[in-house]
């Protein structure tokens, strides 16, 4: 039987490690290095480096070898919560159990934090050493990937759908679309990195991308569930705010039965994505499961 | 004579036509495109991209090599002047004679609208043709560069020292500072990138950087000295703004005829660091005294 919860600690601590190494070799002691550690050493699920390294592994490459692009996802991912959580947006105090970036410090280095986190993301990507041509328009080209995903045409625009539909009504392939972009983009390029730089094969990038997206918007179900049912101690933040917001959430349009439904739909749907790999896509298959039964 | 001013118009025109181009090529008709195009076509004076094809030219490359690191200089440099002017940092209303960005559109669409074009910045990088093994690693050390010239250790620090600089009299060290950090290093890199892409020796490199430390520097005395000078209509923005803030500025420091000699002995440094250089380093020399000379 594969041990997940083991998995995930020894890779978020790999993942950890390199992030801090990270900041480590930037800092210089100034307020704006104290705000990067503050919010990207606040202990999240790291579940973006951790598919980006399981990616890797089930393509049978190195995990070692995608281990820039998964602390780069995370950067970037910390870097999104830091602007969304800014008063102008969602106007959110807390975030993975402490005050949020404008909160601890305040709204101006919250957004510089936030551009910074970005800029370093792009930073250790390019800073790979690079042995051979193949390597340097492999990191090349997971730059270009990164930069779409976290861009206009994705995350970003994603967090624009986001904003624009508060106080109204959603439909489901509204709703859908939003979380694509605004989730599910960012999860997509977490995988495909892994894979690309682990040698994947053009058929094993596909499944894996059809892996991403399933699992991207189960992930997004199951956040809107743990909005409505979830422990907020155990989550680190606030419940019940989607619907004090108004927003359009899945167990708002679907109901938390018909909600859970649909995930475990998605979640099936990843699985077989993951048909044709061998058992070094354990660590996959028992990561979509964690994602519907998670508690936080 | 060289004719600086067909110079500009003609390098501008390119970057304008480029830019143009790859925001048509990136938008989908949403709100976000509309607000990117509204702050980067702005009519900027392109002074970065600008210095970046003829800092190509000056090595003896061919500027069309450099277009691409030009273009994302002036998005770097736009997204840096959209979070800027937000309520919580300098609360600017007017820029480039427009409204700023989060008075055009809200708070919330500039804060990602900056997001969305430094981003983009990396994905056009990234995106350039690939033909050889050096051709990919370039354009990743130029991705390097660029980050690290516009992130924490560079101008965002420099943006984390002015607003904290805001109420106090900071020294003529800490203000050289701040402008190095703020507005030398994305300068600094513009003159990097261009001569690096068109095949820079080491030593011209050297002399390039020197250059755009010296004019760097000259351009933020200037900027201080028109913005107690200046013609707001001019200029696009109001001036006698920093008085009023009581931000440290070589004025207030040194006076208004100090301010001035010391901008001239920084220009004569950057003509300086350009001797080695033939007539193709004409338009550098140029540009080293239009920044001084400038009105707007």
Redo the contacts between chains.
């Keep these: 039987m594969f041990d997940l919860k083991h998995y995930m600690n020894q890779k978020s601590q790999i993942v950890n490690d390199a992030l801090a190494n990270i900041l480590q070799n930037?800092q210089?002691g100034?307020?704006?290095?104290v705000a990067?550690q503050y919010s990207l050493m606040a202990g999240g699920k790291r579940i973006r480096p951790v598919l980006c390294l399981a990616a890797a592994e089930t393509v049978g490459g190195n995990p070692s070898d995608a281990l820039t692009a998964a602390c780069a996802m995370e950067m970037i991912h910390t870097?999104s919560l830091i602007?969304d959580d800014?008063p102008?947006?969602d106007n959110d105090e807390l975030r993975r159990g402490k005050p949020t970036c404008h909160i601890a410090f305040?709204?101006?280095?919250a957004?510089?934090t936030?551009?910074?986190l970005?800029?370093?993301a792009?930073?250790v990507?390019?800073?790979?050493p690079?042995n051979?041509?193949t390597r340097?328009?492999d990191?090349?080209?997971v730059?270009?990937i990164i930069?779409?995903a976290?861009?206009?045409?994705g995350m970003?625009?994603g967090?624009?759908l986001d904003?624009?539909a508060e106080g109204r009504r959603l439909n489901l392939a509204e709703l859908e679309t939003m979380h694509n972009l605004k989730t599910g983009a960012l999860i997509e390029a977490s995988l495909h990195c892994g894979a690309l730089l682990a040698g994947a094969n053009k058929a094993q990038l596909a499944s894996l991308k059809s892996y991403a997206r399933n699992i991207g918007l189960a992930f997004q179900v199951a956040d809107d569930i743990l909005n409505v049912e979830g422990n907020p101690k155990m989550m680190g933040k606030a419940v019940g705010t989607d619907r004090a917001k108004q927003k359009s959430t899945y167990p708002a349009l679907l109901g938390l039965d018909d909600s859970r439904q649909f995930a475990r739909k998605l979640t099936r749907r990843a699985l077989q994505a993951l048909q044709t790999f061998d058992s070094k896509a354990e660590p996959l298959r028992a990561l979509a499961n964690y994602i519907i039964e998670r508690k936080r």
Excluded: C, K, P
């Excluded at 100034?30 to 290095?33: A, P, R």
């Design positions: 930037n210089q100034e307020t704006i290095d990067m870097y602007h800014l102008a947006m305040d709204e101006a280095t957004v510089l936030g551009d910074a970005l800029t370093l792009f930073e990507i390019a800073s790979e690079i051979n041509s340097a328009a990191w090349l080209q730059t270009r930069a779409v976290a861009g206009s045409r970003i625009q967090q624009m904003m624009a």
